[in-house]
């Protein structure tokens, strides 16, 4: 088998158990509970829920209504890459925007073909009484970096608790580049940051050491893959240097229970653990093309 075969068996695999796990953990919202997305009030994921909530809460604030307000007569376009079930896109579409949704999962426990219930509820909203100014929402099952798109298609391209399962940060960057207009804006939302290299490091290790606890038979499938795991500002400013791209954090107040974390790790003496918060890069050179 040749190394392409072999990574191309090793993605089916875990395209496949990753499902299976997702599924296993509770995460094939339907119903009323899918379109209530991020803001789930009950059930054993809504305090999770509730953190990436504030996440885009300050995503829709800070970068989503400044970006329609640019766009002007015309509707704002979006890319949301690694979309999952599409949450992110329709509340953006209910907003106004065009909103693509792409995720190499097109299953229907969180994946895009769990996004058709919000298709047709856009679809209801816009022929709805009151002429309601409705968006679009369109899904493409493809990866990060081959993105099936025109050069400079988007005003905005956000990786929705998705960079962290880049394989190859620097290229994944340049394919999200590519497909943002000039002066757009690129955003990385919900992916595990670390102040330190070393922390991120750590989890990363206690993860392989758990995994067979963690994950059961699905184990194999599901850490085979080299993806990068965490991000750090030095590695995402060293990723984006040939591209021009600087970032800035918008540090987001997530519930009480979250920002006690850090205390809470250093009382039991364990390592710092991640934060989320809102990263938006701006291209400096506009016209920087890839040789």
């Given at each position: 088998m040749s190394a392409d075969a072999g990574a191309t068996s090793a993605l089916a695999r875990?395209?496949?158990?990753?499902?299976?796990?997702?599924?296993?953990?509770?995460?094939?919202h339907t119903g009323a509970e899918l379109l209530a997305l991020p803001y789930l009030a009950a059930g054993p994921l809504a305090r999770q829920w509730a953190v990436r909530a504030r996440s885009f809460d300050a995503f829709v604030r800070l970068v989503l209504v400044p970006a329609a307000r640019d766009a002007r007569a015309r509707p704002l376009r979006l890319l949301d890459v690694g979309a999952g079930n599409g949450w992110l896109s329709?509340?953006?579409?209910?907003?106004?925007?065009h909103?693509?949704?792409?995720?190499?999962?097109?299953?229907?426990?969180d994946g895009l073909g769990a996004a058709a219930a919000y298709v047709r509820a856009l679809d209801a909203a816009r022929g709805g009484e009151g002429g309601r100014a409705v968006g679009r929402m369109t899904r493409v099952a493809?990866?990060?970096?081959?993105?099936?798109?025109?050069?400079?298609?988007?005003?905005?391209?956000?990786?929705?608790?998705?960079?962290?399962?880049?394989?190859?940060?620097?290229?994944?960057?340049?394919?999200?580049?590519?497909?943002?207009?000039?002066?757009g804006r690129l955003v990385v939302l919900d992916s595990p940051f670390y102040a330190r290299d070393a922390a991120g490091a750590a989890?990363?290790?206690?993860?392989?050491r758990d995994a067979a606890a963690r994950f059961g038979d699905r184990a194999d499938a599901l850490m085979a893959l080299p993806f990068v795991e965490y991000l750090t500002r030095e590695r995402l400013e060293h990723a984006s240097a040939e591209i021009g791209l600087v970032w800035r954090r918008h540090r987001v107040r997530y519930p009480l229970w979250y920002e006690a974390r850090p205390l809470v790790a250093w009382l039991r003496r364990r390592r710092p653990p991640s934060r989320f918060d809102l990263w938006v890069g701006a291209d400096e050179h506009p016209t920087n093309v890839r040789n």
């Amino acid at each position: 088998m040749s190394a392409d075969a072999g990574a191309t068996s090793a993605l089916a695999r875990f395209r496949a158990e990753y499902g299976a796990h997702r599924a296993a953990e509770g995460r094939a919202h339907t119903g009323a509970e899918l379109l209530a997305l991020p803001y789930l009030a009950a059930g054993p994921l809504a305090r999770q829920w509730a953190v990436r909530a504030r996440s885009f809460d300050a995503f829709v604030r800070l970068v989503l209504v400044p970006a329609a307000r640019d766009a002007r007569a015309r509707p704002l376009r979006l890319l949301d890459v690694g979309a999952g079930n599409g949450w992110l896109s329709y509340r953006a579409a209910l907003a106004g925007a065009h909103a693509m949704a792409v995720d190499f999962r097109d299953d229907e426990v969180d994946g895009l073909g769990a996004a058709a219930a919000y298709v047709r509820a856009l679809d209801a909203a816009r022929g709805g009484e009151g002429g309601r100014a409705v968006g679009r929402m369109t899904r493409v099952a493809a990866s990060f970096d081959a993105l099936p798109v025109a050069d400079g298609s988007f005003d905005v391209v956000v990786f929705n608790a998705a960079l962290h399962y880049a394989v190859d940060l620097t290229a994944v960057l340049w394919e999200a580049r590519r497909v943002l207009r000039a002066g757009g804006r690129l955003v990385v939302l919900d992916s595990p940051f670390y102040a330190r290299d070393a922390a991120g490091a750590a989890m990363v290790a206690e993860k392989r050491r758990d995994a067979a606890a963690r994950f059961g038979d699905r184990a194999d499938a599901l850490m085979a893959l080299p993806f990068v795991e965490y991000l750090t500002r030095e590695r995402l400013e060293h990723a984006s240097a040939e591209i021009g791209l600087v970032w800035r954090r918008h540090r987001v107040r997530y519930p009480l229970w979250y920002e006690a974390r850090p205390l809470v790790a250093w009382l039991r003496r364990r390592r710092p653990p991640s934060r989320f918060d809102l990263w938006v890069g701006a291209d400096e050179h506009p016209t920087n093309v890839r040789n």
